[in-house]
């Protein structure tokens, strides 16, 4: 079984920061992408940032692009989003996803954290 856990999130003012984790763990042989997805009510989840775990290569929403960065530390299978300057528009339930194969037979499958919720509001 693989478990994705997020935390980070919570209550800022606009022009705030935060910073989010989401670590990895179970049966894991290799991790291809981690990234972060948001979802605001009424609205359906979409990607912010993702990275690939062989060379960094970082793909990003352009809401967010110049102002949340994502970063990896694949030793301990955990990836990070570094939110600055957050807006209202940016309040939602990040969800981190990991595209992974448990063996090196296995298919690789995306796997979902349980969410953080982050709200910019002053």
């Known amino acids: 079984q693989v478990q994705l856990v997020e935390s980070g999130g919570g209550l800022v003012q606009p022009g705030g920061s935060l910073r989010l984790s989401c670590a990895a763990s179970?049966?894991?042989?290799?991790?291809?992408?981690m990234g972060w997805y948001r979802q605001a009510p009424g609205k359906q989840r979409e990607l912010v940032a993702t990275i690939t775990t062989s060379n960094d290569s970082t793909d990003y929403a352009d809401s967010v692009n110049g102002r949340f960065t994502i970063s990896r530390d694949n030793a301990k299978n955990t990836v990070y989003l570094q939110m600055n300057s957050l807006k209202p528009e940016d309040t939602a339930v990040y969800y981190c996803?990991?595209?992974?194969?448990?063996?090196?037979?296995?298919?690789?499958?995306?796997?979902w954290g349980q969410g953080t919720q982050v709200t910019v509001s002053s």
């Open positions: 996803n990991a595209d992974l194969k448990q063996r090196s037979y296995t298919l690789r499958i995306g796997y």
């Open positions: 179970g049966m894991i042989f290799r991790i291809y992408t």
